[in-house]
């Protein structure tokens, strides 16, 4: 089905927003013409104002979306880890990407050319529109997230983050995250220092994070503090 894939990628890509109303037929169609890249940390992806003749899931990885401004300076628009998919809008339209990609760790990628995925559409319609559901939808569940961060504290902004990256559901666990800080915090709307505060406040909670990796001594406690958190910023605003 993809060139170089591995077990387990396929049901992670079957929960990706993008291919998540995909039935195994149609998802069979689509990833025929896919194949898994390998790229090194450091990596270009592409370029903003290059043509937009692919897009991407992240299966393993630290990937960041950026943009140039006129005075040279490099802004990060969003940064994409495993499950994510990024470049589809652009794939969509047949047009340029709008911003540059880089990887900032070494990445697994299922590529998936745009051409394959127009072709794949006007043989089937409802694919297309299956897709544009599941983005919809996905949509509205980051305007959700966006509307919530702004409600949370740095702690449990930080704790939400380490949640959502945890393979399991209690217990301990260790996170793979993108060596520059600075990244996970525009990731949360945080500035580098008031991430280093959130870190040091979860210490408590049985998080430690020393360079690139996160531990959690136990994933139900921090579930707990950010449940505790949420009430209580609730109250003190009611």
Known sequence: MIIGHITGDIELIKQTAIFGGLGDDALTELLSAGSVKTPSRGETLFLQGDPANAFFVVLEGWVKIYRITKAGEETVVGVFTRGQSFAEAAAFTAGKFPASAECVTDCRLLMIPSRHLLDRIRARPEIGLTMLASTSQHLHSLMRQIQQLKAHTGAQRLA?????????ESGACT??????????????????????????????????VKQNMATLSDVEQLRDFFEQERAEVLRTRG
């Open 160 to 168: 939400e983050f380490l949640l959502s990256l945890a393979p399991v």
């Open 175 to 208: 996170i793979a995250l993108p060596y520059d800080k600075a990244l996970i915090a525009g990731q949360l709307g945080m500035k580098p220092e008031s991430l280093s505060r959130a870190i040091a406040r979860l210490k408590e909670r049985g998080v430690r």
